[in-house]
């Protein structure tokens, strides 16, 4: 939502690093690259440097590493660790694709001395590519615009899994010369194309997998998307069958500061101050997104037995669409008790917001009013960093709403560490696609669900100089909303929890060897209807150092992930939503394991990778074929080699 601050403490695998500034430039030689280039999100006063570590390669790749996906990049994914929604107001919910997208909340605003350009380029087994362009630079010292630009295009290892997704990007920040006006303007579009095949014919009963003949894997039948032919060619963007979801926002918000002038006099000139002590803000924000299913060779056996929905003929087209568009007006203001302390301040405001939709039943329009404010204070002495903000809709469709945030972290000196408490609560409305009027509501039965109460506490402990992190997270969930089926809904009363504990360390085992674990444990408290893997461990150990070589940094090794069995969700294509099931263990031989090189040479970052060695077996022969599922017949492929460049130089 346009007033919600990044949710920097609801996540289990977060990165290491106390203060969320896990950046390895900052403290960089800027004559190293002969710039000063820093960012800051839009809902935030700190600034921030650019990451050149190249140890982890989940902070290069869109999927996290708690996350699995769907065979290939850009396909579903979901979160392995229980992940209940914590934000309150209007959602139209479609989230499969969400870690592909860019969203307000991830919107760098750069300040740089000279113009900054990144050029990066992935390219993996079967073609797979990701390319991503990002050119930033200050027009004035005050006014500073940037332009991103990322594909994602993978024709898949099986059939009707071919990827299309294009994000672009373009930013303007301007400050008026007096220090008083500030400008944002953000233009954001993300399209996502992702082919659906409802899984390869049943793993289970026929063990497709073992089968000589589909040593190939793009042979193997699947229950949806026809027998469309294998093509590398990523300017054939047509999705047969698939879901193409079309997100725009465009952002307007303006500053006027109130407050004391002042300067500094050097031996050559005057540089100004302005310390704010009051700031009116407006912002002006639209959103469209069109979500569609779409299989132009649909199956009527298919769709018959799945979601009980009957074609006119053997094979039809099918096509769920739905359109939302969303005007959002905010006025805010903000006080600062410190003048000299902009990481301190009150804000509160009030937002209207007007939604328009079109659905398969016709045109429907919703009004939504709420408040919001907000408390931070990150002191000076770096010791305290106090956040609590929160939303209460008034009025409208979403009327009763609320979110609350609240966290609270402490430093307590270099040999003892840090600790950070945290509280979450939200009431929220369960998603449009659990309402009867959505296009895609497909249940028979007509529901009226209640809002969902979720809430979240946090404890985590961090010891840099050990290296070392604990983090505790208790839900406790009422009225959870979900899927029973490809199409069933459902709405668990009664209350229940959830507590996962996660422990990241990095070992010592050699002067230049190192061995990151991170381990995160999981528990279900209760009857709801959630399947959770008790266990999730991630683990890279391998050589971090120069070889000698003064301006060589390279991390080399072998990642190892595993998940034990248990009932992993199922995935529904016309919903593009995984849901609950209890009758099939998702039981894996290996755990996923990859072997890595990374180095970066000044701004020059390359990846190498090799990724399921798990797979290599004899049967019938050598080849990577052992194939390891995340979902019911939903195999990951064999073996991936990736090769990526990253480089970033100045202009």
Known sequence: MLNRVRNRFSQVGSSMGSTGQTDSLRHRDYSEDSTNISFRYLDTARTYMLDSSVNDFTRRYPVPATHIYLGNTGNATRSLLFSPELRSGFDPGFHAFDVYKWNMSKVRFFNTTKPYSEINYLLGSRVEQLIELLHTQNIKPNWNLSFNYRLINGPGFFKSQKTNHNNYLFTSKYQSKNLRYNNYMVLLGNKMQSSENGGILDTATVKILDNPVYKDRFNIPTYIGGDEAFSSNFFSTKINTGNSYNEFSALLRQQYDLGKKDSVVTDSTVVPLFYPRLRFEHTLRYDLGKYEFRDNVGDSIYYKDRYDTTLRKPTDTLVFREEWRMLTNDFSIYQYPDAKNLLQFIRIGLTIQTISGKLS???????????????????????????????????????????????????????????????????????????????????????????????HLLISYHLPSFRFRVTGHYYLITNYTYLTSFYKLKQESSLFNVLQVAVEKTIKLGKRWNWHAEVYFQQRIGEAEVNLPAIYTRNRIGYEGNLGFRNLNIAMGAEIRYRPPYKADNYSPVLGRFFYQNDKTISNPLPDISAYVHFRIRPFKAFVRAENLNTARGLNGFGFTNNNLVATDYPLPGLQIRFGIFWGFVN
């Not at 709403?401 to 402490?410: G, N, P, Q, S, Y």
């Open 361 to 455: 039943s016709g045109k429907t329009s919703f009004f939504n009013s709420f408040g919001h404010a907000e408390y931070r204070n990150r002191t000076r002495n770096q010791l305290w960093n106090i956040e609590a903000y929160g939303n209460l809709y008034f009025t409208g469709f979403n009327a009763g709403d609320f979110d609350v945030h609240i966290a609270l972290e402490r430093s307590l000196g270099k040999k003892i560490g840090s600790l950070r408490l945290g509280f979450e609560n939200a009431n929220r409305t369960p998603s449009f696609i659990f309402d009867s009027r959505s296009s895609f509501y497909l249940d028979n039965a007509i529901q009226s669900f209640k809002k969902e109460n979720n809430t």
